[in-house]
């Protein structure tokens, strides 16, 4: 069992892929009494926070691999008693923005899962967060009035307000456990402070790169979440397009998984071939009589 200072809180947030949880991460991470990890890999488990000295041990991760309910039970039998927190988004805008990062492939693994199943698990989330009244902070919320948004939540969480989750005045090094960034979220963390740093066009919703049949599972699927959030529950693409009624099959191409066997397959293969001309020429140097 991982040691922890007994008065240290446990803050476990979640939300989905290109749900911008990233952001808010940042801002929680900017607090005087909090530190931890920033944006946990959807795959992994972060097992013990060392590195936080601070009361508040701050933890992010994705609904992709694990849901919420999966990472909170795994910290109760370390020790914590994990507080939760959901970040919502328009889910239509989340599938359109992961399903073109690399990591949004559609895949057939633990580490890659299909793209409905990670909705799905999402969904799951809500539904538990939603029965039990826990909190849930709206991503459109945060950039539309970045304070209010964010002081209403950390009343939620029975925190007192700190003006630094809006003015940044930590590093990147500061942060306790931080992992890779992409290059969009480095350039808004070099901007300074939220306001300044917070993409608007990312609170608006464009279904033009979703296929149809896709859009209407999601509007189907979170018809409720929609209702609840005051999303819309239908949206038109600018332009009428034909395309295939049938789903998009997960598959095993393009997955992390199968880059890695690739890659074993290759190296081995090279190995095998060195190892071949290496005793060819052990062969080669003994017949010529100059061997040992």
Partial sequence: MTTRSAEQRMILCAGLQSGGTTLPSWCFLQRRDTNGVLDMPSDVIQPSFDRVTEPIVWCKMTIASYRWVDLAGIYRDLGWNPEPLLVVRDVRAAYSSLSRKWYGVNGTTAEDPPLRMRFRRFLQDWELFSSRGWPTLKYEDLIADERASLISICGALSLQWDEAMLTWPKLMSDIAYVGKMNKTFQESVEKGSLARAKLRDRAQVNVDQLPQYE???????????????????????????????????????????????????????ENDSLRRDNEALRRLIGSDGNGP
Avoid: C, M
């Fill in 215 to 269: 859009l209407k599972w999601l509007e189907d699927t979170f018809e409720h979440y929609n209702e609840v959030h005051g999303y819309q529950r239908h949206i038109k693409p600018s332009e009428y397009r034909e395309d295939s009624a049938r789903i998009s099959e997960p598959r095993f191409d393009g997955t992390a998984r199968h880059w890695y066997y690739s890659e074993n397959k290759r190296l081995r293969a």
